[in-house]
C-alpha cells in the first residue's frame, strides 16, 4: 500500500482537529481518560473519517504551512469542544452556588477528573450531569459535530475566528452558562433561604436558641433533599442545553467559515 503524502497531510490535519475536541468535549477531556484510550479513538476516527472527509484542493505543501493550518484544525477543535462542554460548566458552577448557600464550600476535595480543588455538591452535580449526558446520547453529539464541521469547514482551509459573528456568540455562550447556573441552583437556593428566613424569626422569637450552629446541621441536609427532589427539573432541563449546544454547532460553523 502506497501513502502519498497528500493523504498523509490530510490524516494528520484531522487528527489536529479530533485533538482539539480531545482537550474541552466532556467525558473525553477526563483525566481519568487513560491517554493511550485517547490516542486509539483519535486516529481510528481519523482513519475512518479519511474517507468520507471533503478536503480542500489548496492544501499546505511546505513545514510552515503545514503548521499553521494543523494549529488552525486545532483551534477548530478546542471550540468545538468548548461549546459541547459548556453544559458541564453550568451544572459544576450551579453546584458551587448550592455548595456555598449549603456551608459546604468549605467541604472541598481534589477532584482528579479536573485536577483541581471542587466542592462536594459539585462533583454531585458534575457526576449526574454525566450519567444524564450518557443516557441522553449527548456523546452521539460530539461525533455529529465532528462529522458536521467538515462539511463546512473542509479538511486544510484555514478558518476565520475575527468574526464579529463569533465574538458575540462566545459571549452569548457566557451569558447563558452562568444563566443555566442560576437557573439550575435557583430551586436549592430559595428552599434554603427560607430556611435562613425561619431561622430569623426563631432567633427573635427564643434569642437563647443559637441558630447558627442550628443551620449549618440542617442546611446541608435540606439542600440535599432539595437536590434529589429537583433531579426531575435538571434531567428534563439536560435535554434543552443538548438541543442548545446543537443549535450553537451549527451557528459556530457558518461564523468561522
Known amino acids: 500500500m502506497v501513502i502519498y503524502p497528500q493523504e498523509l497531510t490530510v490524516f494528520l490535519l484531522l487528527v489536529g482537529r479530533i485533538a482539539g475536541i480531545f482537550l474541552q468535549a466532556p467525558i473525553l477531556n477526563s483525566r481519568s481518560f487513560p491517554a493511550l484510550g485517547k490516542t486509539a479513538i483519535a486516529v481510528w476516527t481519523a482513519i475512518v473519517l479519511c474517507f468520507v472527509t471533503p478536503v480542500n484542493p489548496n492544501l499546505p505543501t511546505t513545514l510552515p504551512a503545514f503548521v499553521l493550518h494543523l494549529i488552525f484544525e486545532v483551534a477548530i477543535g478546542f471550540t468545538i469542544g468548548f461549546i459541547l462542554n459548556i453544559i458541564f460548566l453550568a451544572v459544576q458552577s450551579a453546584g458551587e452556588i448550592m455548595d456555598m448557600q449549603m456551608g459546604l464550600s468549605v467541604a472541598t476535595a481534589l477532584d482528579p477528573v479536573f485536577g483541581s480543588v471542587i ?14 449526558f450518557l443516557s441522553l446520547d449527548g456523546h452521539h453529539i460530539i461525533f455529529s459535530g465532528l462529522h458536521q464541521s467538515f462539511s463546512v469547514l473542509p479538511v486544510g482551509k484555514l478558518a476565520d475566528f475575527t468574526t464579529p459573528q463569533l ?9 447563558n452558562l452562568f444563566y443555566t447556573a442560576i437557573k439550575l441552583a435557583a430551586p436549592i437556593v430559595l428552599l434554603i433561604f427560607m430556611s435562613d428566613f425561619t431561622f430569623g424569626i426563631v432567633s427573635r422569637v427564643a434569642p437563647q436558641v443559637n441558630v447558627f450552629m ?14 434529589l427532589l429537583a433531579l426531575p427539573f435538571i434531567a428534563k432541563y439536560m435535554d ?7 443549535r450553537h454547532l451549527i451557528l459556530l460553523a457558518n461564523n468561522i467559515k
Not at 120 to 125: E, Y
Open 167 to 175: 465574538a458575540t456568540q462566545m459571549i452569548e455562550l457566557g451569558s
Open 119 to 132: 466542592s462536594v455538591i459539585g462533583r454531585l452535580a458534575f457526576f449526574t450531569a454525566m450519567v444524564l
Open 214 to 227: 442550628l443551620g449549618f446541621q440542617v442546611k446541608p441536609s435540606l439542600g440535599l433533599f432539595s437536590f
Open 240 to 246: 434543552k442545553i443538548l438541543e442548545f449546544m446543537a
